[in-house]
């Protein structure tokens, strides 16, 4: 015991307790942050085939930093395709996982083939938001299918449940795209619920791509190898 300061009642000695430092913010950010579950994004379309301008929106959204995954949900029977025949969902799904397998990043789901004809985006949100998705959902798509978003079945839906990440597209402005959704999206709603993707516009077109094996044409880099490998015929062999 030591004496205390005036001399009198004896001080009750405590050892000193070094605390220790705290860890710095950015490693209580990373921790934090690598305990959240993977982001999700999912990328709808027909992809009759998928090409490589798909794949190419796709790695645009992981390099955005608010996505960890994309999966790929190929529509059943989609809507907006008239009487065009369309390959068979079995063989479309099957390129898809070609074209995915090299990337774990890229899933391939068949959600929408559990969902009554025709393949509409509002009833997949709310399938997943069935199924534990937490609102918004982030959506993937192009800026061309965008424009058409206020023609969609109950877009209302779509924009309550989701977020929208659009690719540019070759000729579609940031201020047409303003313009197209404004009845659903007016003033600021429209920079909360869409963010453009910081990527070169993407000018491959699935039509082109079809025209041209049609015809019997390579296309070339348009494709995914695999997919080129799986879509093009190999030339005979010259036995001469």
Known sequence: MRLGAAGGRPRRYRPRHRHPRPPPFYFLLSTFLLSLPPR??????????VHAGHLAIARAALASGEVARVVFLPALAPPHKG????????????????ACAADPRLVVSTLEAELPAPSYTARTLELLVSRGAAPPILLLMGADTLLDLPHWYHPERVVALARILA???????????????????????????VRLLEMAPVACSATEIR??????????ALLPEVVRAALVPKPPLDTG
Not at 40 to 49: A, E, L, Q, S, V
Not at 83 to 95: N, Q, T
Not at 167 to 179: D, W
């Open 40 to 49: 999700d994004c999912y990328f709808g379309g027909t992809f009759d085939p």
């Open 167 to 193: 690719a540019p597209r070759p000729g579609v402005a940031i201020e047409t795209l303003r313009a197209a959704v404004a009845p659903l999206l007016p003033g600021d709603a429209f920079d909360r619920h």
């Open 211 to 220: 025209r041209l094996l049609a015809h019997g044409l390579d296309p070339g």
């Open 83 to 98: 009487g065009r025949s369309l390959r068979p969902f079995a063989e479309r799904l099957y390129l898809l996982h070609l």
